[in-house]
């Protein structure tokens, strides 16, 4: 079998730049990082397709301001529906196969329980209008397609929640964090570890490739909230000794009106991920877990 040739999008991210590690098992991975390509310019995207060629296509690139999203509705647009729909119609062309990434905030955040891949979407900000467009655009493409929902993202490597509220915590007395927002703290390396896993399985068993394509849940197992989140990185950060103002006991639990942002935030972002583990038959690690060793990793050793 020949080696696969990947074309990764939007490498320089948090999951692009552990899909570059993770991809490379396939084959030849080409990273396109935001300087490289200009995603707005869909004509320039289609020539870099004909250039490259390739035989798959991870799509880690998205417009991700969610607040300033609703101030830039076209350009969420451009980059989260209009870009997926050139890249499944190339797809769909030369029998490449399509991995995009979507999000929690397609739907309404209403649901008690947690969400499957049958439960109709309704987003309630532009972001999320978006990437539910961009998921619409490529299953009515018809082309040979993974897409991954996911939700609350993280790394080692660059910002994320985890190290915002340790800054804070060194630099602040006391600290005030939703509690009322439930959800999957999920990190870039599972991600793109399943990715791979699910792309070797396509290539190399036909009859996986022949049921595997379409709509997937793919975060950590278990579930938090903002504040729960919060308090579970100071408690670690406590236990290796960093020096804290605002100890774990002193993050305050509040109310998501009691921070008002542009864009609403869904209540409930918890994916029922049944379908990914019943298709691959992996194991999704526990949130808590992979948090601790993402701390392990950012926090000065002992």
Known sequence: MDAARVLLLGADGQLGWELRRALLPLGEVIGCARAQVDLADLDSLRALLERIRPT???????????????????????????VPAVLAAHARTTGAWLVHYSTDY???GLCERPYDEACATAPRSVYGRSKRDGE????????????FRTAWVYAARGSNFARTMLRLAQERDHLRVVSDQIGTPTSAELIADV????????????????????????????????????????????????????????????????????????????????????????????WDVQVHR?????????
């Open 56 to 82: 798959m296509i991870v799509n880690a690139a998205a417009y991700t301001a969610v607040d300033r999203a609703e101030r830039e509705p076209q350009a969420a647009a451009r980059i989260n529906a209009e």
């Open 195 to 286: 990715t791979a896993l699910a792309l070797h399985r396509v290539r190399t068993s036909p009859a996986f490739a022949a049921r595997a394509a379409g709509l997937y849940h793919l975060t950590a197992s278990g579930s938090t909230s903002w504040h729960g989140y919060a308090r579970l990185v100071l408690e670690h950060a406590h236990a290796r000794g960093v020096a804290l103002r605002c100890l774990p006991a002193q993050v305050e639990a509040i109310a998501t009106s009691d921070y008002p942002l542009p864009a609403p935030r869904p209540a409930n972002s918890r994916l029922d991920c049944t379908r990914l583990r019943e298709t691959l038959g992996i194991a999704l690690p526990p």
């Open 136 to 147: 619409l655009a490529i299953a009515a493409s018809g082309c040979a397609h993974l897409v």
């Open 106 to 108: 397609v739907f309404d």
């Open 294 to 302: 993402m701390l392990d990793e950012i926090l000065p050793p002992v």
